[in-house]
Nanobody, 120 residues
Framework: QVQLVESGGGLVQPGGSLRLSCAAS????????MGWYRQAPGKQRDLVAR???????NYADSVKGRFTISRDNAKNTVYLQMNSLKPDDTAVYYC??????????????WGQGILVTVSS
């Protein structure tokens, strides 16, 4: 019913930048929350940043001032601009959205994950 396509990950040196994108498609009426989570090896999946449809944002303390979440409603796409990257940012990043389908059903959807590696 809903598909997420993530892009933009890869290898970057410490201090560098990357921008992740996540495009949603399918039988979507509206998306009320879009966010990014990450999971490092051997650790739990944690919230990185979250953006609601009223413009409210939440960031993990570890990324405040370095990461920025934004969305393009016309494209059903959420972005994560990551600056001043650190080795501790190395993880698989997952897109997460909460949607209202045209059927009236509410659904939470996860992306397949995209690897970000910060290393010299």
């Amino acid at each position: 019913q809903v598909q997420l396509v993530e892009s933009g990950g890869g290898l970057v040196q410490p201090g560098g930048s990357l921008r992740l994108s996540c495009a949603a498609s399918g039988s979507i009426f509206s998306i009320y929350v879009m966010g990014w989570y990450r999971q490092a090896p051997g650790k739990q999946r944690d919230l990185v940043a979250r953006l609601t449809d009223d413009g409210s944002t939440n960031y993990a303390d570890s990324v405040k001032g370095r990461f920025t979440i934004s969305r393009d409603n016309a494209k059903n796409t959420v972005y994560l601009q990551m600056n001043s990257l650190k080795p501790d940012d190395t993880a698989v990043y997952y897109c997460n959205i909460n949607v209202l389908l045209r059927t009236g059903q509410y659904l939470e959807v996860w992306g397949q994950g995209i690897l970000v590696t910060v290393s010299s």
